[in-house]
């Protein structure tokens, strides 16, 4: 989990505070109905990260993907069926 303040948000056009949780992927269909910016100009993209953040951020995730797998929670309607 990584928490930025306003002030760092800002900075990547976001306007509160916000969490970006690594061990959380959401499973979401590339539709207007979940994306309504979709077909405008730079389809509803409020802002960016710099690309030496994104590097570490991918990473990380990478890293929790490859080693702690079971503990990632899937989220959405496109999400995978848990075995039972």
Same mark, same amino acid.
């Given at each position: 989990?990584?928490?930025?303040?306003?002030?760092?948000?800002a900075?990547?056009?976001?306007?509160?505070?916000?969490?970006? @949780?690594?061990?959380?992927?959401?499973?979401?269909?590339i539709?207007?109905?979940?994306?309504?910016?979709?077909?405008?100009?730079? @389809?509803?993209?409020?802002?960016?990260?710099?690309?030496?953040l994104?590097?570490?951020?991918?990473?990380?995730?990478?890293?929790?993907?490859?080693? @702690?797998?079971?503990?990632?929670?899937?989220?959405?309607?496109?999400?995978?069926?848990s075995?039972?």
């Amino acid at each position: 989990m990584v928490s930025f303040s306003a002030e760092e948000a800002a900075t990547f056009g976001q306007q509160r505070p916000f969490v970006l @949780h690594l061990w959380r992927v959401a499973y979401l269909p590339i539709t207007p109905v979940w994306f309504p910016n979709l077909a405008t100009p730079g @389809h509803g993209v409020v802002g960016s990260v710099p690309r030496k953040l994104r590097l570490e951020f991918e990473a990380r995730t990478g890293e929790v993907f490859t080693r @702690h797998l079971a503990e990632v929670e899937r989220l959405g309607p496109l999400r995978p069926k848990s075995p039972r």
